[in-house]
């Protein structure tokens, strides 16, 4: 049987009185894509900072591929897509794909640099300063820099933020392929068509826990949201 590529044991977290977190469990099997669902406020964000290695739980562990997300073999198979784009605004497109191949000793790395960039439409704009950068092209320069390793585990944290209805569908094919690859794959999202259409599998966090855990073949987006969305309320994103 294949060891989980990620298991999440018993976690919780809390930010002092805060509860961002309480006693999550499940894991994800290798090539599996995972849509982590939940109004703002529910702790998905955190939950992908836990994974990622940004902040520790404060009970519960973490596996990565049956091991401690701190070693080092880990960290080059991860790759994370959130709000923090990780890329230098001096630089051009190219040069902070350059300085990522180094970090991540990747192969012929300028025909691999060559594709991603191809891959999210900005061969055009290679030699540009991100600095001039529209919220769009720079959420779509920091997909290619995550795709630059080849990554086995792929986390992506509201990854459609700021981008226009052309680059939002150049990204799902983009995760479809992704898919076809067979990468493990962890989304969090609100829109539950989205999910729907790239992901095997959806867990719902509501309040800081799971409520549910199924798979899309068995449901619809309307199901889910008049189930398990429609009583909640409003919140901020834990």
Known sequence: MSVPALEILGVSKDFGRIIALRDVSFSVMPGEF???LGRNGAGK???LNIVSGVSRPSEGKVNLFGTDP???ENKAKLAVISHEMFLYGNLTAIENLEYYSRVYNVPDAKKRIDTVLSDVELTHRRFDLVATYSRGMTQRLT?????LHEPSLLLL???FTGLDQHAIGMLIELLKKQKDM???ILLTTHDLHTAAELSDRYVVLSKHKIIKDGYIADTTPDAIREKYF???SQGAEA
């Open 34 to 36: 995972v849509s982590i």
């Open 45 to 47: 964000t955190t939950l």
């Open 70 to 72: 701190g070693d080092r």
């Open 143 to 147: 997909i290619a820099r995550a795709l």
């Open 157 to 159: 944290d509201e990854p």
């Open 182 to 184: 067979d990468r493990t």
């Open 230 to 232: 429609s009583a909640e």
